[in-house]
């Protein structure tokens, strides 16, 4: 078993990737993905590249933690298309197509009760899962699990989400969102799309890890891996980039929804395992 610790903070705040820790002030914002590979198992990249022809996102929000939905203020278009477009485009171009399910109203997700936490480890992420989730996958079908959750990582209070795959038979990949954390973002009257736009982009980033980006599964076409923040694109404006800042968020239209940079598009699309 293979652990890696993923940390993307923006501001440009400084990590010691060495000994895992860090000293996050509460206003910084960032990411951090834990991928586990199991090599014998349905939930991996060369399966999803392979046999897998439906890809289904399972939603579940703790009490008062629910996703955005609905239609974004500035141009109208539905929040949820964002995420549903990066994916439809990582599926295109194949000899085959790939059936993509992506929710976007609360509706077609799945409330849990208050969980009364304001911090969460690593393991107690993973008690929701067993109680949870209700679908799983195959070599045929794969269904990722989002969980929206209060509070913050106990280690990390900074990050927005946590993606953990593959550890202990926990199944397809699952994705943890801190709500908290994304509404950091939504401090600015005038911007009042961009917690709703943090919140998809932090999202198709977190997907964009665990189908296999950057060089963590998907191999690499061209060298854009940055090593020094481990499985993430030197371009600065790709969405598998290290950091997202509040420039960035601003600056996203999601008129053209597309977060990933050509590099990452042609690992993906080279990549025929």
């Not at 397809?172 to 801190?178: A, E, G, N, Q, R």
């Not at 600056?251 to 940079?261: E, Q």
Request: negative net charge; hydrophobic residues 40%; aromatic residues 10%.
């Amino acid at each position: 078993m293979i652990f890696r610790a993923l940390i993307i903070l923006s501001f440009f705040s400084l990590i010691n990737c060495e000994n895992g820790k860090t000293d996050l002030p509460p206003a910084v914002l960032g990411y951090i993905a834990l991928d586990y590979l199991i090599l014998t198992d349905p939930d991996r990249s060369s399966v999803y590249f392979s046999s897998v022809r439906s890809l289904d996102l399972e939603v579940a929000y703790e009490t008062a933690a629910e996703p955005f939905t609905g239609n974004y203020t500035v141009g109208g278009s539905n929040i949820w298309n964002v995420t549903d477009s990066n994916m439809q485009d990582v599926f295109a171009d194949r000899s085959y197509s790939v059936a993509i399910t992506v929710p976007s109203d609360l509706s077609e997700m799945t409330e849990i009760p208050d969980q009364n936490r304001s911090t969460w480890s690593v393991n107690q992420l993973l008690d929701l899962v067993p109680r949870y989730r209700k679908k799983s996958s195959n070599y045929q079908s794969t269904s990722f699990f989002i969980v929206y959750v209060r509070g913050q990582l106990v280690d990390a209070p900074g990050v927005i989400a946590v993606t953990i795959s593959g550890v202990l038979g926990i199944g397809p990949p699952v994705i943890f969102v801190f709500k908290d954390m994304i509404e950091q973002f939504n401090n600015n009257i005038a911007l009042p799309d961009k917690a709703k736009k943090a919140e998809q982009m932090t999202l198709t980033h977190e997907l964009g890890h665990a189908l296999g980006l950057v060089n963590a599964g998907i191999p690499l076409y061209s060298s854009h891996q940055d090593k020094d923040h481990g499985n993430h694109c030197t371009n600065q404006s790709c969405g598998m980039f290290w950091a997202l800042s509040e420039t960035k968020v601003e600056a996203f239209n999601p008129v053209s929804p597309l977060i990933f940079g050509q590099e990452c598009r042609d690992d993906i699309r080279n990549y025929n395992p």
